[in-house]
Nanobody, 127 residues
Framework: VQLQASGGGLVQAGGSLTLSCAAS????????MGWFRQAPGKEREFVAL????????YYADSVKGRFTLSRDNGKNTVSLQMNDLKPEDTAVYYC?????????????????????WGQGTLVTVSS
């Protein structure tokens, strides 16, 4: 399994970016797919996750209403549309895959236990 993330870059506060992650190696219809991020000097933190085939999507409170996760099971991709970006959104963003049996819901915010991680893509938001 390989995860290839793309779409990061430099953007001004209030701007938008879309991250994409292409998964390969098998199908992912039964997997959870989502995003974490890690800012300099901070721990990796949960951003958003689509469980099952995409019918259940969860967001961190810090991005709720600004970020939108979507996935295309036919193409094995998961995307993160990020609007109204803030300097505190600056981080390396990682796509993740949670293989069945999926993590229990209360555990999805923790980085441990995700089997596959992408290489990360840097998002920098200037003030």
């Amino acid at each position: 399994v390989q995860l290839q993330a793309s779409g990061g870059g430099l953007v001004q506060a209030g701007g938008s970016l879309t991250l994409s992650c292409a998964a390969s190696g098998r199908t992912f219809n039964r997997d959870g797919m989502g995003w974490f991020r890690q800012a300099p000097g901070k721990e990796r933190e949960f951003v958003a996750l689509s469980r099952w085939s995409g019918s259940n999507i969860y967001y961190a409170d810090s991005v709720k209403g600004r970020f939108t996760l979507s996935r295309d099971n036919g193409k094995n991709t998961v995307s993160l549309q990020m609007n109204d970006l803030k300097p505190e959104d600056t981080a390396v963003y990682y796509c993740v895959v949670d293989t069945p049996p999926l993590k229990i819901l209360s555990d999805t915010e923790f980085a441990r236990g995700y089997e596959y991680w992408g290489q990360g893509t840097l998002v920098t938001v200037s003030s």
